[in-house]
């Protein structure tokens, strides 16, 4: 499942260490920050931008949590130490996943008093695998409404893999789960600073940077009833808006999902 050792070395940059400094973490080295004041030369919003993210995180579980929803399945969860579910949900069952063997540590010690939350180390491409994972199937009732949560992470994974596993994961849930994501979002703003990202994110391990368009990210919620106001800019999104609400040109939106 796990194809290099770089997954394992903190010289090497990684995605969700960077997201970490940029929302004004601690749990990152000095090779993470040296990429993320790489990717600010080239979009010097990017601090608001994963804050605004976060902001939409908070305001989905939070509105999951008002509408009876108590499992959360937060896959490419990174480390959390910035507004953790954890700390919002205090009263439901969590499982972190992430690659990142550091990001699984991190969110191990995090959880060391709860008996209804725990951190595994899986890989989003290999939905089936993480779907049988000992520590995901002993805190999560897959018979039960499940709220799951790709945070800012199928941008790093190919579309040969990532819309069967989006799938894969969407067919496992039982009906009144939730799916919500957020997605950079292709536009023509975003082309001017993209390919300087994308290079910096082939330092790190994980180099796939995808800029989907409105119709391909909305294709990961098919069969699924949106949500209003559907897909939106992250810092906008609030449930119950009007549908027709203008993405603009914020270079990440979000959605909101509920299984039939």
């Known amino acids: 499942m796990y194809e290099s050792i770089e997954d394992w070395n ?22 993470d920050r040296e990429a993320a004041e790489d990717i600010l030369t080239a979009l010097p919003q990017a601090r608001s931008i994963a804050r605004a993210n976060r ?36 009263d439901a069952r969590i499982v972190y996943v992430d690659r990142d063997p550091t990001a699984v540590a991190h969110n191990t010690f995090a959880l060391y008093n709860r008996w209804d939350a725990t951190a595994v180390r899986c890989d989003l491409r290999y939905p089936d695998d ?9 805190v999560i009732d897959f018979d039960q409404p499940v709220a799951l949560l790709l945070m800012a992470v199928l941008q790093f994974v190919a579309d040969s893999d990532a819309y069967p596993a989006v799938a894969t994961l969407r067919d496992a849930l039982a009906p009144g789960s939730y799916l919500a994501l957020s997605h950079p979002v292709a536009t023509p703003a975003a082309a001017e600073y993209s390919a300087s990202i994308v290079q910096v994110y082939r330092r790190t391990t994980t180099p796939i940077l995808s800029c989907r368009d409105r119709t391909q990210i909305a294709r990961f919620y ?37 299984k039939p």
């Open 222 to 258: 098919e069969g699924w009833d949106l949500v209003p106001p559907g897909l939106a800019s992250v810092a906008a999104w609030r449930p119950g808006a009007d549908t027709g609400t203008d993405i603009g040109d914020f270079p990440v939106v979000g959605a909101l999902a509920r």
């Open 10 to 31: 903190t010289t090497v940059p990684n995605a969700g260490r960077i997201y970490d400094h940029l929302l004004g973490g601690a749990s990152n080295f000095i090779y």
């Open 130 to 138: 993480l779907l049988s994972n000992d520590g995901v199937r002993d």
């Open 55 to 90: 902001a939409f995180l908070t305001t989905v579980v939070r509105h999951l949590l008002d509408l009876g929803i108590r499992q959360f399945l937060d896959i490419g969860s990174g480390i959390s130490a910035v507004q953790p579910i954890h700390e919002i949900a205090v």
